[in-house]
């Protein structure tokens, strides 16, 4: 069974996790195989959106610990390794997202734990089934969340619910992970697919260049101070202006019609 299922359809690239026995417990090959794949989006111009989602009742459940290792692991820890372990592994997913250079729509369709809601909040826009949870499951395995956890969270929630969930490591309901701004829709389950593929589709159809460039812009306005910002935003606005889309959206404007942008 193919643990990573892929398809493009309307200029979407679809990514299914594919283990729901194991509630989509993320291994090493289909960590690597989702980061390929996310790559290839940015490079691929007939890709313009990217949704990641799942099969069964589980989203992702976290790292699978006990299988799909790297081939030469250690048989020995010495210091550094965990360290490199995980800039190598759960970090390189998480920036995976959020470099992509196409919008990453995550379709939550059940449970999200550990680096499985890393994951999901690391996408651009999040849309969950009314019985997905959200779960920081480290602290409860005695671990300090990893895959971004602690940089995702405060920029979402604000530091104080961020610590909370990652001290308590309590489930968070789709709703009320809406309600705190972990997500942006809350879907019945029948839906979920559906609310996932307008939204992508829509941004398949929108200016792929301007998109990417605002993502870059809002991501990187979390790390920086007001002058950066507004050099990145001029910037990106010679690069952008430079686009085919771009000067479609200012000849339609001007001749009273609907752009049809084709992400170049």
């Known amino acids: 069974m193919d643990e990573i299922l892929h398809s493009v359809d309307a200029n979407v690239s679809w990514i299914t ?4 026995d194991a509630m989509n417990a993320v291994t090493w090959d289909q960590r690597e195989r989702v980061i390929r794949l996310l790559e290839e989006a940015s490079a ?9 989602t799942a099969t069964g009742k589980g989203f992702c459940a976290g790292a699978d610990l006990r299988g799909g290792s790297p081939p030469a ?6 210091a550094g390794d965990v360290a490199r372990m995980i800039r190598l592994g759960a970090q390189r997913l998480i920036t995976a997202v959020l470099d992509c250079e196409k919008p990453v729509i995550a379709a939550v369709n059940g449970t999200a734990a550990g680096i499985g809601a890393h994951l999901a909040l690391a996408c651009d ?3 969950a089934s009314e019985g997905a949870r959200f779960i920081e499951v480290f602290v ?7 895959g971004g956890g ?3 969270l405060p920029r979402l929630i604000g530091p104080q619910k961020a610590k909370e969930l990652i001290f308590f490591g309590d ?6 992970a809406a309600r705190l701004g972990l ?3 809350v879907v019945p389950a029948e839906e979920l697919e559906a609310a996932a593929r307008e939204w992508a589709e829509r941004l398949a159809q929108g200016p792929t260049r301007a998109l990417a460039l605002a993502k870059q812009l809002v991501n990187a306005s979390l790390d920086g101070d007001r002058a950066a910002a507004l050099a990145a935003e001029a910037t990106a606005q010679e690069i952008n202006m430079g686009t085919a889309d771009a000067n479609e959206g200012v000849a339609s404007f001007v001749e009273r019609r609907t752009p049809k942008y084709t992400g170049r």
């Open 73 to 78: 692991q250690a048989t020995e820890r010495v």
């Open 17 to 20: 996790l594919n283990r729901p």
């Open 183 to 185: 997500v942006n829709k």
């Open 140 to 146: 409860r395995r005695g671990l300090v969340p990893d």
């Open 150 to 152: 602690a940089y995702l």
């Open 171 to 176: 489930a968070v309901p789709a709703a009320e």
């Open 125 to 127: 826009l999040v849309i």
């Open 44 to 52: 691929d111009p007939d890709v313009r959106a990217v949704v990641i």
